[in-house]
C-alpha cells in the first residue's frame, strides 16, 4: 500500500487529477549521480542542478534548481523566489536523538521518528520566531524497491516541501528535504525527493562518521603523555560535546565535578572522542564554569 502524505482538501483533488501527467512529467527528469570526493556519499539528483556537497560536518549534498535556491540552502535562510526547487541530503548518525534527550539505541516507529528529526531540523532556533512551520502527520511510504521512507509534509510563510527519512542500516538515517515556495509544491516535487532518498548509499559506519566529525579540524588529538592543564577544555568542549545535541544541554546542567566526571564518561560511552587527558580537561573545564 503506497500511503500518500496529507495534502489539504482542494489540493489532494487537483493532485489526484494530475497524477498521471505529473508522473510523466518526472520521467522526463534525468537524474545523475554524483560522489563526494571522500567517496564516502554517493546519489543521485536531477542533472541540470546546481549543486554541492560537503563533508567537513555531516556528510551534505545540497541541489537547487537555481543559484539563489542553492545560495539559501547554505545560508540557511529557506525563503525561495518562484522557480526554485531545493534538495537538501544528509547522512546522520542515530546519536543526534540526545538533541531531544532520547538514548541512541532508541526505538521509536519509523514516522514517529520523522516527525521528531523533521522538527529539530525545520522549527526556528528562536521560540518567538514569527516563521513557525506547521506540519502534516508523518506517513510510512513504501517506495518501487520496497524501500520505505518516512515522510512528513510542511508549510510555513515561505516555504512548503516535505521532509524523509529513511534508515541507512540501525545506526545511520539519511534526511531528505525538498521544498518550493508556497503556491508552487506539487506531487513532482516530492517525487524528486523520493528519487533522491532512494539513491542514497553511504559506504561507512556510525563509527566512521562520529569520529571523522570528532577529529575535527580546531583542536588537535593530546599527544600522548600530554597534561590535561595544557589542554583546552572550552575548544575540547566546543568542538567534541555539540555532535548529537547542542551546548545548550551542557550550559544548562548545573553539576560538580562528580556529577560532571559522571556525564563525561556516560558521554564516552556514547561515543564522545577523548582520550584520558583530554577526558580530564573536559571536566576540570565543565567543573569550573
Ligand atoms: C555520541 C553522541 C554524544 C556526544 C558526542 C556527547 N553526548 Fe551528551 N548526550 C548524549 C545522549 C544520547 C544524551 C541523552 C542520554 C543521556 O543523558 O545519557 C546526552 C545528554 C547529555 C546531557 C544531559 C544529561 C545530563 O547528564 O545532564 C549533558 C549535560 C551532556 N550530554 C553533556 C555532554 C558533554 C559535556 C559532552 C562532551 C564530553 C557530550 N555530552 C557529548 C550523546 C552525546
Known amino acids: 500500500m503506497k500511503k500518500r502524505i496529507f495534502v489539504p482538501g482542494l489540493v489532494l483533488v487537483f493532485v489526484l487529477a494530475l497524477t498521471p501527467l505529473l508522473v510523466l512529467a518526472q520521467d522526463d527528469i534525468e537524474f545523475e549521480e554524483f560522489v563526494t570526493e571522500d567517496e564516502m556519499l554517493t546519489l543521485s539528483y536531477p ?5 554541492e556537497a560537503d563533508t567537513g560536518f555531516f556528510p551534505t549534498f545540497m541541489a537547487g534548481t537555481t543559484e539563489h ?12 523566489d518562484s522557480g526554485d526547487i531545493m534538495l537538501f541530503v544528509m547522512v546522520v548518525p542515530v546519536d543526534i536523538l540526545a538533541e531531544a534527550g532520547l538514548e541512541p539505541d532508541n526505538d521509536l516507529a519509523l514516522a514517529e521518528l520523522t516527525t521528531l528529526l523533521s ?12 516563521n513557525q512551520p506547521e506540519f502534516a502527520e ?3 511510504v513504501e517506495l518501487d524497491d520496497e524501500l520505505v521512507v518516512g515522510q512528513i509534509e510542511f508549510m510555513d510563510n515561505y516555504l512548503h516541501g516535505v521532509f524523509m527519512l529513511r534508515e541507512l542500516d540501525e545506526a ?10 508556497l503556491d508552487e509544491f506539487n506531487e513532482n516535487v516530492v517525487a524528486i525527493g523520493e528519487q533522491t532518498i532512494s539513491s542514497v ?16 579540524p580546531q ?6 603523555g600530554a597534561m590535561a592543564a595544557d589542554l583546552d577544555g572550552a575548544a575540547l568542549v566546543a568542538e567534541r ?26 558521554m564516552i560511552g556514547h561515543g564522545a572522542q577523548l582520550n584520558t587527558a583530554e577526558r580530564d580537561a573536559v571536566i576540570a573545564y565543565l567543573s569550573g564554569m
Open 119 to 130: 522538527g529539530m531540523f525545520l522549527e526556528p532556533d528562536d521560540p518567538d520566531s514569527d
Open 172 to 181: 545511520l538515517f539519511v534526511i531528505t528535504l525538498v521544498g518550493t515556495p
Open 219 to 224: 583542536v588537535e588529538d593530546a599527544p600522548e
Open 47 to 51: 542533472s541540470e542542478w546546481v549543486h
Open 241 to 266: 560535546c555539540t555532535i548529537c545535541h547542542t551546548a545548550d544541554r551542557i550550559n544548562n546542567a548545573e553539576k560538580d565535578e562528580a556529577g560532571w566526571t559522571a556525564t563525561v564518561d556516560r
Open 201 to 216: 548509499a553511504y559506504a561507512g559506519t556510525r563509527e566512521d562518521l562520529l569520529a571523522a566529525i570528532m577529529a575535527g
Open 69 to 80: 535556491a542553492l545560495a539559501q540552502m547554505n545560508e540557511d535562510v529557506l525563503m525561495p
Open 138 to 140: 508523518a506517513a510510512e
